[in-house]
């Protein structure tokens, strides 16, 4: 309990974390998500999602889609969110017994494709005939419009959360080998 109250915490203080690279805004909590759903199971990893979720709310991050449709963008972004938790909690299980290190590689890059594609999919459903407008006005293609929004921002989350989350996971496990012994 008291594990799954200090990943809560570090994915609202993660939540605000933003870094801009090439034209997008990273975010910092899936790292977080990532291992809480690895150290404490899927269930967990889809709640961490959450509180950064709803931060995006509250701090105006998802104005432009909410003008286009509220319920879309909010079902978008918790399921996205939710099932990214959830799918890396799982594929961690899944491949844990073989080799933990591979499997935590194995879990970011899967939360990160979930994350992304259930995004793209809300964004096809819900606000397609927007995006398209959206694009004719500033005078490029959906798909380029589309590759800024989304391909850009995925590999460099699948990137850093393949390189971060395996080696904090390995940090994590020296320590505690360090604390046993």
Partial sequence: MVLIGLFTALTVVFGFIKIPIMGVTIKMDLPVVILGAVILGPIVGAWLTVIPTLITFFTGEAALFMTYSPLGTALTLFLKGVLAGLAAGLVYKALSGKH???AVTC??????VVNSGVF????????WEHLVVLAAQSNVSIFVLI??????????ELVMNVILCPTI?????SAMKNKRA
């Fill in 100 to 102: 933990p290190i591979g």
């Fill in 107 to 112: 879990a970011a890059a899967t939360a990160t």
């Fill in 120 to 127: 793209l999919l809300g964004c096809y459903v819900f606000i």
């Fill in 147 to 156: 590759l800024g929004l989304v391909l850009i921002n995925f590999v460099i």
């Fill in 169 to 173: 996971f390995r940090i994590l496990q």
